[in-house]
């Protein structure tokens, strides 16, 4: 087990009770490595601190890799030169898995999609469980799952790229954006990775795909299942798409999108994507209506949190991206204060700046403060403000309101400079706001 984590200690509990000998690697000091000390209690060998360079000279048969890892790792190319499978948790999980999976993958919409399509199977009966990148182990939910069961699994490239036998009965690609380039090296190194999902996909299998996408009818090209399209720019008769204000999938009416309350634009496709998934697993139309007028979205993805004398805070600490913060200042038509900046991944933020015509102000933080201040400047927005972190910008940015405004956190970037991930920034930044009360 190379690194640790959640995903990592739950692999090597698994992995012992099934009675593999297990050696644990992770870099964190043994000290300060709380999982590492409850897996040498249990009995299993654990190296902490570094990863030894002979390491391998142990014969080891296979290495189960946290998706976190870079395959330029010494360890891993060690690895690969010496024929040692390397594999990521899903993959443990599937192979140890009764129950059958649906996995989503993409660039943005990914959790709101697994929800959905979870929320959905759950009122049709379908007996779902919900695991993966969402935050669940896939590995531990695949330990109690039975063939009754459909685990719903969302998965990054990161994970993707560690899958030898993984076959999801359904693979949604949500989109396909740039993204995470400083792992993978290159778009198209990114593309593969999320296209890992179909490789051992047959035709009695679907690959749900974003027909609005040049990526997405590419992709399809390729699959080796059955292709369901979805779009929310034209009408698909062989998918699921919109016509005449009402949502259909393969030429039947499922239901009308005035009544869905999830807010956003960008939901559509995610939308989409899961009444697909859902309609294919046999789920009623009055189930996914059910779900669909009363799901308001998942925590951390443009996320209410409190109105206060009239200002109204969302919390889109999801939002590791532009596009997902180009979609979240899409859903508003008012004036709004933004709070962005995080992890500087080498890229520039200019395509913002056609989504930036109604931020009153901008207020900056993290190792892209400085670049945000250029993009703020290009946009013509006059009030810029630079601070230390989330919880000094939520009073800035209360003070700078009126009556009327949106305060959205929607950082554009990742949160590992200043947090340990996007949910711990986005429960300060919360935080802060009740505060203010």
């Given at each position: 087990?190379?690194?640790?984590?959640?995903s990592?200690?739950?692999?090597?509990?698994l992995?012992?009770?099934?009675g593999?000998?297990?050696?644990?690697?992770?870099r964190?000091p043994?000290?300060?490595n709380?999982e590492?000390?409850?897996?040498?209690?249990?009995?299993?060998k654990?190296?902490c601190?570094?990863?030894p360079?002979?390491?391998?000279?142990?014969?080891f048969e296979l290495?189960?890799?946290n998706?976190?890892?870079?395959?330029r790792?010494?360890?891993?190319?060690?690895?690969?030169?010496?024929?040692?499978?390397?594999i990521t948790?899903?993959?443990?999980?599937?192979q140890?898995?009764e129950?059958?999976?649906?996995g989503?993958t993409?660039?943005?919409g990914?959790?709101?999609?697994?929800?959905l399509?979870?929320?959905?199977?759950?009122?049709g009966?379908?007996?779902?469980?919900i695991?993966?990148?969402?935050?669940?182990?896939a590995?531990?939910?695949?330990?109690?799952?039975?063939?009754?069961?459909?685990?719903?699994?969302?998965?990054?490239s990161?994970?993707?790229?560690?899958?030898?036998?993984?076959r999801?009965?359904?693979?949604?690609?949500?989109?396909?954006?740039?993204?995470?380039?400083?792992?993978h090296g290159s778009?198209?190194?990114?593309?593969?990775?999320?296209?890992?999902?179909?490789?051992?996909?047959?035709?009695?299998?679907?690959a749900?795909l974003?027909f609005?996408?040049?990526?997405?009818r590419?992709?399809a090209?390729?699959?080796?299942?059955?292709?369901?399209p979805?779009?929310?720019?034209k009408?698909?008769?062989?998918?699921?798409?919109?016509?005449?204000?009402?949502?259909?999938f393969?030429?039947?009416k499922?239901?009308?999108?005035?009544?869905?309350?999830?807010?956003?634009?960008h939901?559509?496709?995610?939308?989409?994507?899961?009444?697909?998934s859902?309609?294919l697993?046999?789920?009623?139309?009055?189930h996914i209506?059910?779900?669909?007028?009363t799901?308001r979205?998942?925590?951390?993805?443009?996320?209410f949190v409190?109105?206060?004398n009239?200002?109204?805070?969302?919390?889109?600490?999801?939002?590791?991206?532009?596009?997902?913060?180009?979609?979240?200042?899409?859903?508003f038509?008012?004036p709004?204060?933004?709070?962005?900046g995080g992890?500087?991944?080498?890229?520039?933020?200019?395509?913002l700046?056609?989504?930036?015509?109604n931020?009153k102000?901008?207020i900056?933080f993290?190792?892209?403060?400085?670049?945000?201040?250029?993009?703020g400047?290009?946009?013509?927005?006059?009030?810029?403000?630079?601070?230390d972190?989330?919880?000094?910008?939520?009073?800035?940015s209360?003070a700078?309101?009126?009556?009327g405004d949106v305060?959205?956190l929607?950082?554009?970037?990742?949160?590992w400079?200043?947090?340990?991930?996007?949910e711990?920034?986005g429960?300060?930044?919360?935080?802060?706001v009740h505060?203010?009360?």
């Amino acid at each position: 087990m190379l690194g640790l984590a959640k995903s990592g200690a739950s692999s090597a509990s698994l992995l012992h009770e099934l009675g593999a000998i297990v050696t644990v690697n992770d870099r964190k000091p043994f000290s300060e490595n709380p999982e590492a000390q409850t897996l040498l209690e249990k009995g299993i060998k654990v190296i902490c601190g570094e990863h030894p360079k002979d390491l391998l000279d142990e014969g080891f048969e296979l290495i189960v890799k946290n998706p976190g890892i870079p395959y330029r790792n010494e360890l891993i190319q060690d690895a690969m030169k010496r024929g040692i499978p390397v594999i990521t948790e899903v993959e443990l999980a599937y192979q140890i898995s009764e129950a059958r999976f649906i996995g989503i993958t993409g660039t943005n919409g990914k959790t709101t999609t697994t929800t959905l399509i979870f929320e959905m199977l759950n009122q049709g009966n379908k007996n779902p469980l919900i695991a993966g990148n969402i935050g669940t182990v896939a590995s531990d939910v695949a330990r109690m799952a039975t063939e009754k069961n459909i685990i719903v699994t969302e998965l990054s490239s990161f994970q993707l790229m560690g899958i030898v036998h993984f076959r999801p009965r359904i693979a949604v690609i949500t989109n396909i954006y740039e993204a995470h380039l400083d792992f993978h090296g290159s778009r198209e190194q990114y593309i593969n990775a999320k296209k890992n999902i179909l490789k051992n996909q047959t035709k009695t299998d679907f690959a749900i795909l974003n027909f609005d996408q040049e990526e997405g009818r590419q992709i399809a090209k390729e699959a080796k299942g059955t292709v369901i399209p979805f779009s929310k720019e034209k009408y698909l008769p062989e998918g699921a798409s919109l016509k005449d204000g009402f949502i259909y999938f393969q030429g039947e009416k499922v239901i009308d999108y005035q009544k869905v309350v999830l807010p956003g634009k960008h939901n559509l496709e995610n939308i989409l994507a899961s009444v697909a998934s859902a309609k294919l697993m046999g789920v009623a139309n009055e189930h996914i209506e059910q779900v669909l007028t009363t799901f308001r979205g998942v925590e951390h993805r443009l996320q209410f949190v409190k109105e206060i004398n009239g200002r109204v805070f969302y919390n889109d600490s999801k939002a590791t991206n532009t596009l997902a913060t180009k979609s979240a200042l899409s859903a508003f038509n008012r004036p709004i204060i933004l709070l962005a900046g995080g992890l500087d991944r080498g890229n520039d933020f200019d395509d913002l700046i056609p989504s930036l015509k109604n931020v009153k102000a901008l207020i900056t933080f993290g190792q892209t403060k400085e670049k945000l201040v250029q993009t703020g400047k290009k946009a013509g927005i006059e009030k810029i403000f630079i601070v230390d972190n989330v919880q000094e910008a939520v009073p800035l940015s209360y003070a700078l309101s009126e009556n009327g405004d949106v305060i959205l956190l929607s950082p554009a970037c990742a949160s590992w400079d200043q947090y340990k991930s996007f949910e711990v920034r986005g429960d300060i930044f919360m935080g802060a706001v009740h505060k203010l009360v």
